[in-house]
């Protein structure tokens, strides 16, 4: 065997890893030592009951929160706690709480993704010289590729507070998108969609893929998970009980446990309720 042929064997390094992440609040331990790696290409889902550290955990993968222990690598590189570096580093996200600028339209939205990218001199801004406005035309015409791409062209010149749930949280995707991120974190994208809109995610999380941008996932639907991720991490009141294939996942006799000992179409309705439940508190 040759030099090359050990060389092609060889499996790509992790785009994303996180290593031993730790996030204590005050006396509670969110996240205890929880690693996740993440290949190119590669959907990740990140289930757990409510509670469980999953959105702790996206915000210490993007710079919201500085880890009590532990490091974020993306290719290689430790990112800093700050979320417009590690924007411009290459991850991005959406929200739980879909977080657009309402009223502002729906290209104006993805335009503000895609500003986050772009490094105009401040002189060529300031005096509107010809380069700002190349650099504009460009975002823009990037902005509406990207609409286009998750299916919202027709609703371009709508004010964003306007569009039906499900468009809002693709419009947050694309905005995402605009970053050109080398990975995209979601936080339950498919929260209160209808079958139809959450396969149609599905099917837009796999065309993502199929771009060459890493994606990990969190939602309470399982079904929905175990349907579309290469791998599945389980975290239970912050610490990773179990990771592997769907198939290892959904047959682990713990994940079973933690999940109330129900099959997964229970289990599903039974995390959804308690998700609805748990909104409901927080609002009153
Ligand atoms: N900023 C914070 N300060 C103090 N405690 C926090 C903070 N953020 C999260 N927590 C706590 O950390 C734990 C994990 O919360 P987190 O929101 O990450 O869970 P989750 O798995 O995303 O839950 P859900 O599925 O309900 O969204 C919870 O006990 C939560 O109350």
């Known amino acids: 065997m040759s030099i090359t042929d050990n060389m092609a064997a060889a499996p790509a390094p992790p785009v994303l890893q996180a290593q031993g992440v730790t996030m204590v609040f005050g006396g509670l331990t969110a996240l205890n030592n929880v690693s996740l790696s993440l290949g190119k290409g590669e959907i990740v ?80 801004t300031l005096l509107r010289l010809p380069a700002f406005h190349r650099g ?18 027709r609703a371009e010149h709508e004010v964003a507070r306007n569009l039906p749930y499900g468009d809002q949280r693709r419009l947050e995707i694309a905005r995402a998108l605009a970053t050109d991120p080398k990975v995209l974190l979601l936080d339950e994208p498919t929260a209160g969609m209808n079958p139809q809109e959450t396969e149609a995610t599905r099917q837009l999380i796999f ?54 000992g129900k099959p997964p179409e229970e289990v599903e309705a039974d995390v959804r309720a308690a998700s609805t439940e748990h909104d409901t508190r927080g609002e009153a």
Do not use: W
């Open 45 to 124: 889902g990140l289930i757990g009951p409510n509670g469980a550290g999953k959105t702790t955990f996206f915000n210490c993968l993007t710079g919201l929160y500085l880890p009590s222990r532990g490091r974020v690598l993306l290719d290689g590189s430790q990112l800093a706690a700050d979320p417009s570096k590690v924007t411009i580093a290459g991850v991005a996200r959406t929200f739980q709480n879909i977080r657009l600028f309402p009223n502002m339209t729906v290209l104006e939205n993805v335009m503000v993704g895609r500003h986050s990218r772009m490094r105009q001199d401040p002189i060529s």
């Open 136 to 153: 504009e035309r460009a975002a823009r015409e990037r902005s509406r590729e990207l609409l286009e791409f998750v299916g919202l062209t």
């Open 207 to 260: 065309a993502i893929r199929d771009t060459g941008v890493s994606v990990v996932v969190i939602e309470h639907d399982i079904k929905f998970i175990f349907g579309l991720c290469d791998k599945v991490s389980v975290l239970v009141q912050g610490e990773l009980l179990v990771e592997g294939t769907p198939e290892v996942v959904r047959a682990d006799p713990r994940v079973v446990e933690a999940y109330l």
